[in-house]
């Protein structure tokens, strides 16, 4: 499967994004799906993951309550609803999807990986 990430961009402090996460070559319903960031200067890290039908979600404590992650199986696409934005929040987003019997937050399960999209957050 291809993703493309998508949706990123500058934005105020407080302010918010919506990621999106564009899938081609299978069908995404068989796919758990997640997204990660890479901050400047520092590693990937966990963000959010959902289930393949999108009845369950797992976030990262730094993103709980700010962040929603969706999915829509019938166009192929994931989501991250960014909202109330901090400086700490600017990163390299990347979308990924694993071939999961359940969901998790370790970026070595995922099988796919898009190519990411750049969030930056000013102060």
């Known amino acids: 499967v291809q993703l493309q990430a998508s949706g990123g961009g500058l934005v105020q402090a407080g302010g918010s994004l919506r990621l999106s996460c564009a899938a081609s070559g299978r069908t995404l319903s068989s796919y758990c799906m997640g997204w990660f960031r890479q901050p400047p200067g520092k590693g990937r890290e966990f963000v959010a993951a959902i289930t393949q039908s999108g009845g369950r979600t797992d976030y990262s404590d730094s993103v709980k309550g700010r962040f929603t992650m969706s999915r829509d199986n019938a166009k192929s696409m994931a989501y991250l609803q960014m909202n109330s934005l901090k400086p700490d929040d600017t990163a390299v987003y990347y979308c990924?999807?694993?071939?999961?019997?359940?969901?998790?937050?370790?970026?070595?399960?995922?099988?796919?990986w898009g190519q990411g999209t750049l969030v930056t957050v000013s102060s």
């Open positions: 990924a999807a694993d071939r999961c019997s359940k969901i998790t937050t370790m970026a070595i399960r995922y099988d796919y």
